[in-house]
């Protein structure tokens, strides 16, 4: 199963830098023919789909990549938190070098979600805010077809940037709803920072004309509104 792969993974980091071998499906997941189509796939499921786009990558990458995938499901989250710190404090310095742009600001999302300590919280705030604005703000510029004109969302064809991101998904992307629901966690209590931050999100989502807002104006899929 993968999760046993995982925790060979975990059990020996220093092993897991050399690059992550091919492997059948068969060998980790459980086949669900019952599943519907359109329903969330089963975690063994997306675990595999992710791996194979590691293969011949450091597997310490894809233990990373899984960490992020499997704390968002909820699933034996004091487990793969534990391992997730691990990662970032014991090979901080390897994590750095070999992590990518796109799986960085997953990081970021990851402690705003799981992290016990509010100051981490914060911290990883502040690092998701600047590459969720990068993005934004890039995605007009590969995309647009003059300044501050993002392309319709009809019209959307997804480009890849630079270290592992891609353009803002125009029309659908859940990127800002994220960020917003993360945001109302983070200053659900009224404190002074709290009620500065909720207002500049609110400036910048709903009054004033930025990237934000002007994506917000072309968003066609409810689910993800912000």
Same mark, same amino acid.
């Given at each position: 199963?993968?999760?046993?792969?995982?925790?060979?993974?975990? =059990?020996?980091?220093?092993?897991?830098?050399?690059?992550? #071998?091919?492997?059948?499906? !068969?060998?980790?997941?459980?086949?669900?023919?019952?599943?519907?189509?359109?329903q969330r796939r089963p975690l063994d499921r997306e675990l595999y789909e992710w791996r194979k786009s590691f293969l011949g990558q450091p597997a310490l990458l894809f233990l990373h990549v899984?960490?992020?995938? @499997?704390? %968002?499901?909820?699933?034996?989250?004091?487990?793969?938190?534990?391992?997730?710190?691990?990662?970032w404090t014991e090979q901080s310095a390897y994590?750095?070098?070999?992590?990518?742009a796109k799986w960085l600001a997953s990081?970021? !999302?990851?402690?705003?979600?799981?992290? #016990?300590?509010?100051?981490?919280?914060?911290? =990883?705030? @502040?690092? =998701?805010?600047?590459?969720?604005?990068v993005k934004l703000y890039e995605t007009e510029i590969y995309l647009g077809d003059g300044y501050k004109r993002p392309v319709a969302a009809e019209n959307y064809v997804p480009k890849d940037m630079f270290d592992?991101?891609?353009?803002?998904? @125009?029309?659908?992307? !859940?990127?800002? @709803?994220?960020?917003? !629901? %993360?945001?109302?966690r983070l200053t659900a209590e009224t404190t002074p920072a709290s009620v500065v931050s909720q207002e500049v999100f609110n400036r910048l989502s709903y009054q004033y004309d930025t990237a934000i807002s002007r994506f917000r104006s072309c968003h066609t899929?409810?689910?993800t509104l912000w």
């Open positions: 199963m993968i999760f046993e792969e995982l925790q060979s993974f975990a =059990a020996d980091m220093e092993g897991a830098k050399a690059p992550l #071998p091919e492997r059948s499906e !068969d060998e980790f997941v459980r086949h669900n023919p019952g599943v519907p189509v359109g899984a960490c992020n995938v @499997i704390l %968002r499901r909820g699933f034996q989250t004091e487990h793969y938190w534990s391992i997730f710190e691990r990662l994590m750095r070098e070999v992590v990518n990081a970021c !999302d990851t402690i705003m979600d799981c992290s #016990p300590s509010e100051k981490e919280r914060a911290l =990883a705030g @502040i690092g =998701a805010i600047m590459i969720k604005t592992g991101m891609h353009t803002f998904n @125009i029309g659908f992307g !859940d990127v800002m @709803i994220n960020f917003r !629901d %993360r945001l109302a899929y409810p689910d």
